[in-house]
């Protein structure tokens, strides 16, 4: 107890609750902090503002544009390191012996004459010691400088600075450059104040600068100015949103301004994302060596094959930072994109808008088995393509007109009496030929007076009875589809939620799991499905504006002459698609080159065969290049003189004195063999060639993936 009455408790707690200090009178109160304890710190707009502001130079397709700095054309001539280190020590000492005979007087005195022509004789004859010790020390130093200079100069001294001084011990660091003035900062956004809109362009430099805006934000706002600029929407309606919202105007129907993670490096303002870099190989063109390779819509609309074996890197390096970068733009309400390949490889499904799981109980989207027409001679050929397009003459010009034929001659007539097309099984039932369902649809016909239709369908009952009919063949594969895994699926009754690339007029997410599990055929099929209502969709869309691109993992059994059709009439319908093979094998041989020469970017990758080798070295060509035979003869020396000179030249040179006859000629060689493709790409790289929609092309250059 203490004197005062109360318990002393210091020591029965481990953690005592200690006192509030009183301040001191005149003691600095602390400042009140910014943000409540526990709470995360603001963020900081200095990041993006770097990259908004970061160079992106003009450069040749393919090239990472961001910070990249351009090479010259040519590579320069590089000196072996013995002897231009030989030449320096050479020329040093040659002028020390120029020095030593004009100091020591061995060449006269003829070189003091400028001195005594030009300088009074009081100057140089005078009682002022100081003042001639200055004068003539002057001068001598001047003609040591001059022969330094010129020593230097035959020497390389100065390359000997830059390849070995202290230039050469410190990595060189990138200019920092100046600010940018306000009506050239993009961060706030010059264009908007010349329309007269500077309310909104002082919001979004105030968010920036505050680092709530991104680089998703900065391309959707800059794609709906756009849209401004050519009077699809207004500038007041911009305005009002840009006011009430800030960086979150304009927002993706999905409302996401990003995705979950990204695993590339994206570059927004470009539209590129970065795969690799090119290799400095001396196969490669020297303005090429050691940039980022990076893809954007300008190359992917001339569409991209991809081919190696398992392994080699088609999905991880190509596929899914092609996907990643075109989910980036279709938030940006740049670009609609569609993903096909098997489940789990192409990305989380948080990054997409819509997820078909073709045979998946959990599936909340279906696939629309006739793409969303209403018209049957459209809904027919594109069943027909997925069905039995791999079955079409190979030949380029090859079709599978017969099977569009007969599924017209069925869809025409069930869609009139049920305002539907069939499902699976109704249609594998009519393909059948069974008595039931064709009596039904006949009597209907006839109770509607509809005579046209009634034709086509006599017609297809004739057909039935000649022996090789297609509608064995195409019932056969529609069985395929008609299995108690695909039950639930490609319903046409509307109680599902079927899926139609028609919705590719809006910047749409959509990724299709095929089932590749005990379905391999019908996998084949329905990739052959996608591809065929793509290219249908694209090239009738109004509103070309927006990019579309099709990504399809494995397109074994994909390539038919109606696929390579349509792949080359994606480039004028702001189009592409990027296919993968394991090998040219996969499809059929008198396909090949012309698949080979629908697709603008080509990539073979390590381990290719050197027969599919063959193919790419083929559609690559060849190219002049120059060739020097070099015939070395030696010199023998015979007089001690000689035999001295020529010990110095091999220890200059390292090599023995030789009479050397070079001749030089201009020959056609291919830029890549098949022996270099199947043996010479490294493990992790790829051999790509590229062509933009302007038409520009790059050759093919060794790319390192992992880079």
Not at 387 to 408: E, I, K, Q
């Amino acid at each position: 107890m203490d004197s005062d009455g109360t318990r002393d408790v210091r020591g029965t707690h481990a953690n005592p609750v200690p006192r509030p200090a009183v301040p001191r009178e005149g003691a600095a109160v602390p400042p009140m902090p910014a943000t409540p304890p526990g709470a995360p710190p603001r963020p900081d707009g200095s990041a993006y503002l770097a990259w908004l502001r970061a160079p992106r130079p003009e450069a040749a397709p393919g090239v990472w544009r961001f910070g990249y700095r351009p090479r010259p054309q040519q590579e320069p001539e590089l000196i072996p390191a013995r002897q231009l280190l030989s030449g320096a020590v050479i020329a040093f000492l040659v002028g020390w012996l120029v020095w030593s005979l004009l100091w020591n007087g061995y060449l006269g005195g003829w070189w003091v004459l400028p001195l005594e022509l030009f300088t009074p004789d009081s100057w140089r004859q005078g009682n002022d010691r100081v003042g001639n010790a200055v004068l003539w020390y002057s001068y001598y130093t001047l003609i040591a400088v001059a022969i330094m200079l010129v020593v230097g100069r035959l020497g390389r001294w100065g390359e000997v600075w830059r390849r070995y001084g202290p230039p050469a011990w410190r990595p060189a660091a990138p200019a920092a450059e100046p600010p940018p003035a306000p009506e050239q900062d993009p961060a706030e956004w010059p264009q908007l104040r010349r329309a007269g809109a500077h309310e909104a362009a002082e919001r979004l430099a105030a968010e920036a600068k505050a680092g709530l805006m991104r680089d998703v934000d900065h391309a959707r706002i800059s794609r709906a100015w756009q849209g401004v600029r050519s009077g699809t929407h207004s500038l007041a309606s911009f305005t009002g949103a840009v006011l009430k919202d800030g960086s979150a105007a304009c927002l993706h129907p999905s409302g996401e301004r990003d995705l979950p993670a990204r695993h590339a490096r994206h570059d927004l303002l470009t539209g590129q994302v970065r795969l690799g870099t090119t290799a400095d190989d001396p196969r490669n063109p020297y303005h090429y060596r050691g940039a980022g390779l990076a893809l954007g819509p300008e190359l992917l609309g001339t569409s991209l094959l991809a081919v190696g074996p398992a392994g080699s890197g088609k999905t991880g390096a190509v596929i899914r930072p092609l996907a990643e970068s075109l989910c980036l733009h279709a938030l940006a309400g740049r670009a609609a994109v569609v993903v096909v390949g098997a489940a789990g490889a192409l990305g989380p499904a948080e990054s997409y808008d819509v997820v078909v799981r073709i045979g998946h109980p959990e599936s909340v989207y279906d696939l629309d088995l006739y793409g969303g027409t209403t018209d049957p001679d459209e809904a027919a050929a594109i069943l027909a393509e997925a069905l039995v397009g791999d079955l079409a003459d190979p030949h380029p010009g090859g079709d599978s007109r017969r099977s569009t034929t007969v599924l017209a001659q069925l869809l025409g007539p069930f869609r009139a009496v049920h305002d539907r097309f069939p499902s699976v099984p109704e249609l594998r039932q009519l393909l059948d030929g069974t008595p039931g369902p064709l009596a039904a649809l006949r009597k209907a016909l006839t109770d509607t007076g509809q005579e046209a239709l009634l034709r086509e369908l006599d017609a297809r009952e004739r057909q039935m009875a000649h022996p090789g009919d297609v509608g064995a063949v195409l019932a056969d594969r529609v069985a395929l589809l008609d299995r108690p895994a695909f039950a639930a699926f490609f319903d046409t009754s509307g109680q599902s939620r079927p899926f139609s690339l028609k919705a590719l007029d809006h910047p749409v997410r959509v990724r299709v799991d095929l089932p590749q599990r005990g379905h391999a055929d019908a996998s084949r099929i329905l990739a052959r499905l996608v591809l065929a209502q793509f290219t249908a969709s694209v090239t009738v869309r109004e509103d070309r504006s927006l990019f579309a691109c099709l990504l399809l993992d494995d397109a074994s059994g994909v390539v038919t002459p109606e696929a390579v059709r349509g792949i080359q009439r994606l480039r004028s319908a702001n189009a592409g698609a990027v296919l993968t093979l394991r090998t040219l094998d996969d499809a059929p041989r008198p396909l090949r080159g012309p698949l080979l020469g629908a697709t603008g970017c080509r990539m073979a990758l390590s381990g290719l065969t050197p027969w599919d080798g063959q193919d790419f070295a083929e559609v690559w060509g060849k190219e002049w290049t120059e060739t020097r035979d070099v015939t070395d003869r030696q010199i023998i020396a015979e007089t001690p003189a000689g035999k001295a000179v020529h010990m110095l030249r091999r220890v200059i040179t390292g090599q023995a004195p030789t009479a050397r006859a070079v001749t030089v000629r201009q020959v056609e060689r291919e830029r890549w063999s098949a022996s270099e493709l199947a043996h010479g790409v490294p493990p992790g790289h790829a051999v790509l060639s590229l062509t933009t929609v302007q038409g520009e092309h790059a050759p093919p250059l060794l790319v390192d993936l992992r880079g």
